[in-house]
């Protein structure tokens, strides 16, 4: 069985491992400044900072920001160790019970990675948006990258430009 537990203590062991297998599974340009992270855990109320367990055993990490009627999942990643058992497919499962309508950020389909990454979500039941979106730089020394977004539960396409505009807004600090 899998839970999800919200971690507010940035001195916990739990977030300490989840803080090193975000480092480890994202690149650098992918994820904000480690203390800028680390200040939203502890006191930002729309952002949910979470390890995964299956059986009250650490598989991964899952960070999202709650919105008005959806979410944003900003990190999703389980234990190298563990990829390739079912445990993503699982913890989005239970996601969804938890919270039916959920965006995210793919990178665009140009290799077999993230091919299959598109393919493993959309196996969970999210549809890819084929409208242009740029992931805005999480530091002033990186990029922006063009992404792609995927939902579940909401017309996406229809709301785009809201998704879009909440997304810069509170997850970058950046307007539309």
Known sequence: MISIKRITDTESKEYK????????SFPTDEYRALE?????VESNPAFHYNILLADNTPIGLLSFWA??????????????SLRNK??????IKQ??????SIVLE????????????IAFYQRCG???????YMQPAYRSDSNELPMQLMSCGMDIENKFEKVKSDIYRKVYGKTV
């Open 17 to 24: 491992m989840s803080e090193a297998l975000l480092t480890a």
């Open 36 to 40: 800028e992270q680390r200040k939203n």
């Open 67 to 80: 919105f008005d009627g959806y979410i944003y999942i900003e990190h999703f990643a389980t234990q190298p």
């Open 86 to 91: 079912g445990y993503g497919a699982m913890s």
């Open 95 to 100: 996601l969804k019970k938890e919270h039916p």
């Open 106 to 117: 793919v990178e665009i389909p140009t290799n077999d990675t993230t091919r299959r990454r």
């Open 126 to 132: 999210l549809t890819l948006c084929e409208m242009d």
